[in-house]
């Protein structure tokens, strides 16, 4: 899947990906790069639906199942609106789009501090998400690069 970035214009009906997961992340991002926010409007496993609260930016992507993969059906170009206020915290910035950015360097180092995690995000983003947030998305990676804790416990011998 291509990655938006500020310059990034969709084709109607542009094939975007085979998992909502993706295509959720790589919109976030893009938000979150840009200081900019959405709503759902809609979202089920086939469709999912959003818009600007700002201006009359909104994204259409579903399920086809011909294909297999989610396509772009109504997507009206780029925002309209400015964000001139930044927050500490991103409303785009949830505990899946934080593990994915801090997966690696949670791999790397598994005992990093959350303030120093925290950092890292502000150096990339210029906002800073709340310490629970991060603990959260760090206690994702962590599951991710090294298997879930609750079962390696339950396969120890008793």
Avoid at 66 to 85: A, P
């Amino acid at each position: 899947m291509r990655a938006m970035d500020s310059d990034y214009q969709l084709d109607d009906d542009e094939v975007l990906d085979d998992d909502e997961d993706e295509l959720q992340a790589a919109v976030k991002h893009y938000h979150i790069k840009r200081n900019q926010t959405f709503s759902v409007k809609e979202s089920d496993p086939t469709c999912w639906s959003i818009r600007c609260k700002h201006c009359s930016w909104r994204l259409q992507a579903c399920f086809r199942a011909t294909h297999g993969l989610f396509k772009v059906r109504k997507y009206n170009g780029l925002h309209t609106c400015t964000e001139s206020t930044l927050t500490q915290d991103h409303k785009q910035s949830d505990t899946h789009v934080i593990e994915k950015e801090l997966r690696d360097v949670v791999k790397n180092d598994p005992t990093i501090k959350i303030s120093s995690l925290q950092q890292t995000l502000y150096n990339k983003y210029q906002y800073q998400p709340s310490y629970f947030k991060v603990w959260e998305a760090k206690e994702k990676a962590i599951g991710k690069a090294f298997g879930d804790w609750d079962k390696a416990y339950q396969l120890l011998p008793k």
